[in-house]
């Protein structure tokens, strides 16, 4: 069965450090997102993807945020000088997005503990 | 913007017991109502959704959720749970447009007791 999945499981970094949080998504999905949780907090939303471009960005996702879709299998998101406040899980996530109706389910990966120190 | 808030933080409860997680929404827009499961050191997986129809609706794992209009409420039951039940479970909204956000509740983690 097809699934997201994500890379690396675990990032620890140095605060001010760039980081690069890799994602593959399911093959045929047109849309893309990244979701955060910090430890004991709700999950939140920051981006969507879709054609090559945002579509939708949370007020958290700053200038320090950025996403790409380098090939036609990754999906990344960089945060260019960590801060201690972005120790979090993050989770990728996908879903095809098409076929007419509105509603399509979103398949989430594993995600990636990001710990700033 | 829709809001989802989750009233209990933790649920435990004993095995073969019925448990319900309560969860209510704000929304200015009609939405679409999911519940996930988070096992430990998992991801979400879909446990069920609302998108419209009955308001009745089963998932995975014997769980079934009510949605109720006017309360503006879709809580989570299982008649009788296992000890695998053992999770944290998200209560999430999404307005009805192709590809759009989730927005999720604070979560509650379900301890099953032996």
């Given at each position: 069965e097809p699934e997201v999945t994500q890379t690396p499981s675990h990032q620890v970094t140095q605060m001010g450090q760039e980081v690069i949080l890799r994602c593959v998504p399911i093959s045929n999905h047109l849309y893309f997102y990244w979701y955060r949780q910090i430890l004991g907090q709700k999950v939140e939303f920051l981006v969507s993807f879709y054609n090559n471009e945002i579509s939708e960005k949370s007020e958290i996702f700053d200038d320090q945020f950025s996403v790409e879709r380098p090939d036609g299998s990754n999906f990344t998101l960089k945060i260019r000088s960590t801060k201690l406040e972005d120790s979090a899980m993050y989770f990728c996530a996908s879903t095809?997005?098409?076929?007419?109706?509105?509603y399509n389910e979103q398949f989430f990966g594993p995600g990636t503990r990001l710990t700033v120190l | 913007a829709q809001s989802v808030t989750q009233l209990d933080s933790q649920v435990p409860v004993f095995e073969e017991a019925p448990v319900e997680l309560r969860c209510n929404y704000s929304s200015s827009v009609s939405v679409y109502l999911f519940w996930y499961v988070q096992y430990p050191n998992q991801g979400l997986q879909l446990l069920l959704k609302y998108l419209s129809g009955s308001t009745l609706v089963k998932g995975i794992n014997g769980f079934e959720a009510e949605f109720n209009k006017s309360q503006t409420s879709f809580h989570l039951r299982k008649p009788s749970v296992h000890i695998s039940d053992t999770a944290e479970y998200f209560c999430a909204v999404s307005i009805k447009a192709a590809g759009n956000k989730l927005t999720f509740g604070g979560g509650t983690r379900v301890l099953v007791k032996p």
């Open positions: 095809h997005g098409g076929g007419g109706s509105s | -």
